[in-house]
């Protein structure tokens, strides 16, 4: 939807008033054309009307709004208001929701339920009373609308409704006031609004210019929790107050603008939002939302990055005192952030995989084969029965899908090279997306040049494909040594004197200098430098920065140094005496080993004795079975459950 999304441009009237009122006082108002209009020559003609003409208020209605509190979190929406509140990820929340859990802080984390307990509701009742007072209470019973929930457990909540908040870390102190917050606002009363709006007339056409303004008149659960929205279209718009207005006031017109505006493609999912739409499918289980997107992320098949936006053109006519100006402004659009874009690969396999198994990838196979394993469970279907007509239809679908999966899956014909003659085409290699001149059949073999990370297979041109082969390329010479451009399975880089520097994003590797070059080969030989804080050469003790602080290395093995000591002020007997210290501690304590790897001749040694221990116990294993379906067969008739698919029962008389 995203790729053949087409922006439609159309013009939004706005209109600003002096508003006058009888006793002299003045105020400014703004209202809106209640309709786009389509060309910048309707939306001219619209405000050579507003030149002419009287406006005046036709009609004032004000009616009352409530706001209901959500209900308290489910898994899904934990994980989607967590994301949105606290910039954490489904599996971080997860992980701090477990911690919590385990410490006896919340209930438990996995559930479908928006239901609370009688005591979750009593305490909470009385904590609200003691907080705000008896008009802030409305007791309510959730029930769980969401299609396949199983509601095993109680919604997620505090375990005791009186503890604010609690000790632990910054995440865990967050995670449970968001708990504790949701789980307070589901039992307090609506908030009250009242919704105004104001209709004005023109006096030479039968348009009207409309303004909505909103006033909390009662906060009610506002006073403790505000819901997060993913996206601008799931706001409400209104919310802005308006002054004091009658039928008899008067308004003089300040400023009439139409600008042009833009449908917006559908955006993006966050993980708050894919999270959402699994749930709207019926897909997966609480447990699973979080290992599913972390799954997706771990192969690559997206990645979660930010985007930068760009730049874009739209035309602004402004009347003022009878004249209408035109102006072109620009803006920037398509601005990502937190969002989770398809990789080529993901691409790739998704469109085999819905090829081969379109039924499987159906959204409402999942949600299907949850609901039979339901009925399973529930003893009203046989599970062999499901799993046989799953097969049926399965088993041919591998066999068809394994012999396409052996032709060039994925592969796109770009065009032919000029200087070669050969196809020139882009598919997915051991390492990522590559662009490839020639065929595996051609005599000579064919070339291969990795698509750079800001280019996809399904929208790079030739032109881009043929670029990429200019690489490697030499750039010059520096302290005698030929300094070279080239690309690698992690980004472009430099090499020079046998080792190599990485380009960052903001340089282009076919457009590079060798000044550029060298001023990053010195800014690399500096860090590296700076790296070093001590070096024992005939100890082999180094005194090294790393990423997470200073420590000590000796033999391929890290030490911590105390966050007290001053790494530059160690000598080596002190190096000598914390290694000491740390020597004999485990390894999963903290102590990372760097190659620390089993001797050859150690696990050849053990090889046997496992080999041996693994044939023993084999063989001890098979004799049990042996013996035990021995005394089945000589004992009495099996007795089996005469329900469908039940596991057969068996006694054996002795």
Not at 88 to 108: D, F, H, N, P, W
Not at 326 to 347: A, N, R, S, Y
Not at 561 to 586: R, V
Request: aromatic share 8%.
């Amino acid at each position: 939807d995203i790729q053949q999304f087409v922006a439609e441009a159309s013009y939004k009237v706005s209109v600003s008033f002096i508003l006058t009122s009888a006793d002299g006082k003045t105020a400014t108002l703004k209202a809106d054309l209640g309709k786009r209009l389509k060309t910048k020559e309707d939306a001219k003609a619209f405000l050579n009307l507003c030149k002419d003409a009287t406006f005046s208020i036709v009609d004032i209605s004000t009616k009352p709004g409530r706001k209901t509190p959500p209900p308290p979190f489910t898994t899904s929406t934990l994980q989607q208001e967590a994301a949105r509140k606290l910039g954490m990820s489904v599996s971080q929340t997860m992980m701090v929701a477990q911690r919590l859990y385990e410490s006896g802080k919340i209930t438990y984390m996995r559930t479908d339920s928006v239901n609370l307990s009688n005591l979750a509701i009593n305490t909470s009742k009385a904590e609200i009373e003691t907080m705000a007072g008896e008009r802030y209470v409305k007791v309510r019973h959730y029930h769980t609308k969401t299609k396949g929930a199983q509601e095993a457990h109680e919604a997620i909540r505090p375990t005791y409704m009186n503890v604010r908040s609690i000790d632990g870390n910054a995440q865990e102190k967050r995670l449970y006031e968001l708990i504790w917050k949701r789980t307070i606002a589901s039992q307090m009363a609506d908030a009250e609004l009242e919704k105004t709006t104001v209709t004005i007339g023109l006096s030479n056409t039968s348009e009207t210019l409309e303004a909505v303004g909103e006033v909390i008149t009662f906060d009610g659960f506002l006073n403790v929790y505000m819901e997060s929205f993913d996206d601008e279209s799931d706001t409400d718009n209104g919310g802005k107050t308006l002054p004091a207005l009658s039928k008899s006031d008067n308004l003089t017109m300040q400023v009439a603008t139409a600008t042009e505006r833009y449908t917006q493609r559908p955006f993006r999912y966050t993980e708050a939002s894919l999270v959402r739409k699994l749930e709207e499918l019926g897909i997966g289980r609480p447990s699973t939302y979080a290992p599913t997107i972390s799954t997706i992320q771990q192969r690559e098949y997206v990645k979660k990055e930010d985007k930068e936006g760009q730049p874009r053109d739209y035309v602004q006519l402004e009347l003022i005192r009878d004249t209408i100006n035109e102006q072109v402004l620009t803006e920037t659009v398509g601005t990502e952030k937190g969002k989770l874009f398809p990789t080529d690969i993901g691409m790739v396999v998704n469109d085999f995989l819905l090829e081969s198994f379109p039924d499987i990838l159906d959204f409402n196979f999942t949600a299907s084969v949850e609901k039979q394993f339901d009925q399973v469970a529930e003893g009203d279907i046989a599970w062999n029965k499901v799993i046989g007509d799953f097969y049926t239809s399965f088993h041919p679908a591998v066999e068809q899908a394994a012999a396409w999966s052996k032709q060039k899956v994925g592969e796109r014909v770009l065009g032919t090279d000029p200087k070669s003659g050969k196809p020139v085409s882009v598919r997915i290699g051991r390492f990522g997306p590559i662009a490839q001149i020639g065929v595996a059949e051609d005599e000579e073999k064919p070339r291969f040049a990795s698509l750079q990370k800001d280019q996809r297979m399904d929208s790079i041109t030739l032109e881009e494909a043929l670029a990429l082969f200019k690489l490697p390329r030499t750039v010059g010479d520096f302290e005698g040594k030929t300094l070279t451009i080239g690309v690698g399975r992690f980004g472009p880089y430099i090499r020079h004197d046998g080792g190599y520097i990485s380009i960052p994003k903001i340089y282009d590797p076919l457009d590079i200098d060798l000044d550029t070059c060298i001023s990053l080969i010195e800014k690399k030989r500096q860090e590296e430098s700076n790296r070093i804080i001590h070096h024992f050469e005939a100890e082999g003790i180094q005194v090294l920065n790393g990423r997470f602080g200073p420590y000590l290395t000796k033999d391929g093995q890290n030490y911590r140094i105390p966050k007290t000591t001053d790494p530059a002020t160690l000598t080596l007997e002190a190096c000598q005496a914390l290694i000491e210290a740390q020597k004999d501690k485990p390894t999963n304590g903290g102590y990372r080993k760097r190659g620390s790897k089993q001797s050859a001749s150690t696990a050849t040694k053990k090889a046997p004795t496992k080999a041996k221990k693994a044939s023993t116990e084999k063989k001890s294993t098979a004799s049990q079975k042996a013996t035990t379906t021995k005394k089945v067969a000589s004992g009495t008739k099996a007795n089996t459950s005469s329900k469908p698919g039940s596991p057969k029962k068996t006694s054996v008389k002795k």
